[in-house]
């Protein structure tokens, strides 16, 4: 596609609840980021991935948090037993180089821990 | 690790006055040096970027500066509009470095 797609857009879970967030990149883009962006924060970097490599998992903040690329192309970002604390907007970005230069964001999955 | 800092964190200003955003960082080894728009409901956008080994770059009614020795660079919008109205962010990094830390943002608002 044109851009980076993210769904659901939007995702309401109960506490306690696992959910599963899927990222679509870029086709043919190499590097795959998720960040996490609290309300009125900036993005805060969860987990790097080049190709089905992950290289760099150093901001999950918890075993909770688990994510995958197994074909190098769809990424998908799992997070079991939800808490309120997990509420935030979930950024996937890609871009083309193993490198940060030239990163493009979806529009992100908002999720909501009731 | 890297600490950032952007200032102001809110900015109103009337169409077509121009706007500054300044970010600060700690992290000497940052040496790659974006700036992101981001309006509701999306992701960020990068905008302009710097390397280290240049002063300043324009774009348009966009520019950055940047003072390595002072560790800071800023963004300017010359000739705003309304549609400049969105959050801003800097991200000062290691090139090539996993770890984007991003700034809190500067909310500017655009008076028609």
């Known amino acids: 596609g044109a851009g980076v797609s993210q769904s659901p857009r939007y995702k309401v879970a109960k506490r306690g609840q696992d959910v599963a967030l899927r990222c679509d990149p870029i086709s043919g883009h190499v590097s795959l980021f998720w960040y996490q962006q609290a309300l009125g924060q900036g993005p805060e970097f969860l987990t790097y991935?080049?190709?089905?490599?992950?290289?760099?998992k150093s901001g999950l903040p918890s075993d909770r948090f688990f994510a995958e690329r197994p074909e190098g192309s769809v990424s998908t970002l799992k997070i079991q037993r939800t808490q309120q604390e997990d509420s935030a907007v979930y950024l996937c970005a890609s871009s083309l180089t193993a490198s940060n230069y030239g990163y493009t964001f979806g529009s992100g999955t908002r999720l909501t821990v009731v | 690790g890297e600490n950032v800092e952007q200032h102001p964190s809110t900015l109103s200003v009337q169409e077509g006055d121009s706007a500054v955003i300044k970010c600060t960082y700690s992290?000497?080894?940052?040496?790659?040096f974006p700036w992101y728009k981001q309006e509701l409901g999306k992701g960020p956008q990068l905008i302009i970027d710097?390397?280290?080994?240049?002063g300043e770059k324009k774009d348009q009614r966009i520019a950055v500066t940047l003072n390595k020795t002072a560790k800071h660079f800023s963004l300017h919008i010359t000739e705003t509009q309304p549609e400049d109205s969105a959050v801003y962010f800097c991200a000062p990094t290691p090139y090539n470095n996993n770890d984007m830390r991003f700034g809190a943002g500067t909310r500017l608002t655009v008076k028609p």
């Open positions: 992290d000497s080894a940052s040496n790659y």
């Open positions: 991935f080049q190709n089905e490599a992950q290289l760099d």
């Open positions: 710097i390397r280290s080994n240049v």
